[in-house]
């Protein structure tokens, strides 16, 4: 019992469901305060003092330069790109060019998605007034073909980009992905990084990839099959294989060893992994946790895909041997809260607490040595996810693009050591996030400038109601000026720029709202 002269007697009620049985207690506490862990668990505000914390830079010790494919999107090829074409016009809607290029992405993977590895690329090109009308599978609508390889070329050469495209490994043959290389080259343009397939591991009759699935064995050899022909046209370019490190360990995968049988198989051709380990919280059977006990596991979620990179990095290391460094390519990250049109958390990935993520999932995938490329999904949608929403008819950007813009535009190319010693928390699983012991609040990754002379420090607090008071060491930097600061907030973590979910047909479900103060069912301009 605390030593505390004030309290004389305690009285501890035990709430049971049931009336047979047994019901047996563990782990209760007994406190003069209240466990933070239970006030966010219960949706109640931790208002209280400020945290403290430390922070400790080494601006000498560079750990590797920062690839600018880190700062990737996904264009999906329906409906214009989702409105990042304008049909009428033949060109990129310019609106979404600027978006782009505020957020700094370099590197756009075309045509999708799920809809890739259905894809037939010859049905977008040539007049777009004489190309078909196409089913858009698995989706089961149809669409226009306006935004085809030449358009996407286009686009991203508008963004200062470049493509990455994910091959139909699927309903295509190797001869196909060839001949679309010639065209690419024939056109006097170069797609350097080729995606074979598109998470084709997914277990058999999957809603989302209904007849992609297929085993390790016939993946790796159609790998091979295609990289034949496709190193026969262009022998310089970079081919990527998709690896199953996608999924929380409560969730159960189709081929336990997928990743081990294609790289024992072919790995001498893959340049690169391709993995989907940046999702969350990914939530299928909506159990009706407290927005606040979402959020916290979402925002652990970066410490779980960092060590699904250092596990697959093992992975590799153990199956090929140690003098085989394959890069990894996250092609597919970003917050994701529900899949379901009807959801009450379908729409909470433009929110503040969903750009806490996304700086927190960069901040990952930059720390991981053998991640070269990451892609946000998606650039634009109309619907829950995306970079990009809209807002009356207007391409607006959301929270996550603003984080993706804090790195781009305040933020240096020369990665460097920092450590961070500060308070944490036990992150609950929801969806495919596991549970997560001490959680960082505070995470803080540092960068300079090629000739050294600026630092930057990136500082992410993922407490919903509190300041963190943090003193920094700097070694080895002494500034030259004053500095400036720039902050992303806003007045709840599900504050967002008020863009909206567009579900069928013209519905919008009431989201799950945070206290206090919440702002996901109001928007930016209220």
């Not at 997914?202 to 295609?226: I, Q």
């Not at 973590?493 to 567009?502: E, H, K, M, R, Y």
Request: aromatic share 10%; net charge negative; hydrophobic share 40%.
């Amino acid at each position: 019992m605390p030593n505390d002269p004030q309290i004389a007697f305690v009285v501890v009620f035990c709430g049971v469901e049931g009336t047979s049985g047994t019901a047996r207690f563990s782990n209760v506490l007994l406190s003069t305060t209240v466990p933070p862990s239970w006030l966010e668990a219960n949706g109640i505000p931790d208002v209280g003092p400020p945290y403290t914390a430390g922070a400790t830079i080494d601006a000498a010790a560079v750990i590797r330069s920062i690839p600018s494919t880190l700062y990737g999107s996904n264009l999906e090829w329906p409906i214009s790109g989702l409105g990042a074409w304008n049909a009428a016009g033949n060109a990129a809607n310019p609106f979404v060019v600027a978006l782009s290029e505020q957020a700094g992405f370099t590197l756009h993977r075309f045509p999708g998605g799920v809809f890739a590895d259905y894809y037939n690329w010859q049905s977008g090109i040539g007049p777009p007034w004489q190309r078909p009308i196409t089913a858009v599978e698995p989706a089961g609508i149809s669409s226009a073909n306006n935004f085809g390889t030449d358009e996407a070329l286009a686009f991203a050469q508008a963004t200062n980009g470049e493509l990455l495209i994910a091959v139909n490994i699927v309903t295509a043959t190797a001869q196909d992905a060839a001949n679309w290389v010639a065209h690419i080259n024939a056109g006097g343009h170069r797609v350097q990084y080729w995606e074979i397939g598109n998470e084709d591991y997914m277990p058999a009759g999957s809603a989302v990839t209904p007849n992609e699935t297929m085993s390790p064995e016939v993946y790796a050899n159609r790998f091979l099959e295609f990289a034949h022909a496709m190193r026969a046209v262009d022998p310089t370019i970079s081919l990527g294989a998709v690896v199953d490190f996608n999924y929380a360990h409560t969730v159960a995968r189709a081929y336990p060893y997928w990743t081990r049988r294609v790289l024992s198989i072919a790995s001498e051709e893959i340049d690169f992994l391709a993995v989907h380990c940046g999702y969350a919280p990914v939530i299928f059977d909506d159990k009706l946790w407290n927005v606040r006990t979402v959020y916290s596991a979402t925002l652990a979620a970066p410490v779980l895909i960092a060590q699904n990179l250092a596990d697959l990095a093992n992975v590799v290391s153990s199956t090929t041997g140690p003098f085989r460094n394959i890069p990894f390519a996250v092609t597919e990250w970003g917050p994701l809260f529900q899949f379901n049109s009807d959801g009450r958390l379908i729409d909470h990935p433009k929110t503040l607490a969903s750009a806490l993520f996304t700086a927190s999932t960069l901040k990952a995938f930059i720390e991981s040595p053998q991640t070269c490329i990451a892609n946000y999904f998606k650039l634009i949608d109309t619907k829950g996810q995306g970079a990009i929403g809209y807002l009356n008819d207007l391409p607006t950007s959301k929270a996550s693009l603003m984080a993706m813009q804090m790195f781009r535009q305040h933020f240096g190319s020369e990665l460097v050591t920092s450590s961070t010693q500060g308070p944490v928390y036990d992150a609950p699983s929801v969806g495919w996030v596991d549970a997560v012991e001490s959680a960082p609040y505070l995470d803080i990754v540092s960068s300079t400038s090629p000739d050294r002379k600026t630092l930057y420090i990136l500082a992410i607090n993922k407490h919903f109601d509190r300041s963190i008071q943090t003193r920094i060491q700097l070694n080895n930097f002494l500034p030259e000026a004053s500095g400036s600061v720039f902050t992303l907030s806003g007045t709840a973590p599900d504050a967002n720029t008020g863009v909206l979910w567009i579900p069928s047909p013209g519905l919008r479900t009431p989201q799950a709202a945070i206290g206090p103060n919440s702002r996901i069912n109001l928007g930016g301009a209220e």
